[in-house]
């Protein structure tokens, strides 16, 4: 029975997480339709006139790219924004989407993002040409809580009926093989 309603539970979570993230991608596509790139850039959601200040390869092949402010305004500085570590963000030229990026690193004066550079794709960046960049809907906090989500639900054969303990333990934690072995050992005083 409280198997029953454990998945039911779950299975209604997972119905209201993909609502969210099905409104959340909306939201931001709805901005990127409705919205002026300045008023973007108020929102703190978008940063526009952004330059190449250098490339190079960081861990598993991904290449790093920071931007900074045009470079005719001296000591330039970004301005306020929401971004952070870990967003996930569109980089746009005049035209269209060049590519997804996670932002590894921002400061008042930059920001670094890191994109897969597979075989199929090369991202040739201009360091004359002006850019922007634009928060993305995060998949990653989506899958993880999906996945969070789906942990909750018993394992079919392995727990009683009614058991409260959930999928997380493993079902071989159901019969240790050595569990005997070590309540013989203990009784044989070793």
């Known amino acids: ?18 609502l969210e993230r099905d409104a959340e991608v909306e ?34 092949g991904r290449l790093l790219v920071t931007l ?11 301005p306020s924004n929401s971004f952070t570590s870990g967003d996930i963000v569109g980089l746009y030229d005049e035209g269209s989407q060049l ?18 550079e597979s075989q199929d794709f090369q991202l040739s960046l201009d360091r004359e040409q002006t850019y922007r960049l634009l928060k ?6 989506y899958k993880r809580l999906k996945k969070a989500a789906a942990v909750l639900q018993p394992w079919p054969g392995c727990l009683p009926e009614g058991s409260r303990l959930l999928r997380a333990v493993p079902e071989r934690a159901c019969h ?9 050992d203990h009784h044989r005083g070793r």
């Open 176 to 184: 240790h093989p050595r569990a005997s072995w070590h309540r013989e």
């Open 1 to 18: 029975m409280a198997s029953a309603a454990v998945e039911s539970f779950v299975t209604k979570q997972l119905d209201l997480l993909e």
């Open 68 to 78: 900074e402010p045009r470079r005719c305004v001296a000591a330039a500085v970004l």
């Open 136 to 141: 993305l809907a995060n998949d990653v906090t």
């Open 27 to 60: 939201e931001r596509r709805s901005w990127q339709e409705n919205i002026s790139l300045k008023e973007l850039q108020s929102r703190g959601v978008c940063l526009l006139k952004l330059q190449v200040s250098s490339q190079r390869t960081g861990l598993y």
């Open 99 to 116: 590519a997804t990026g996670i932002l590894t690193r921002i400061t008042q004066r930059s920001v670094t993002v890191a994109f897969d």
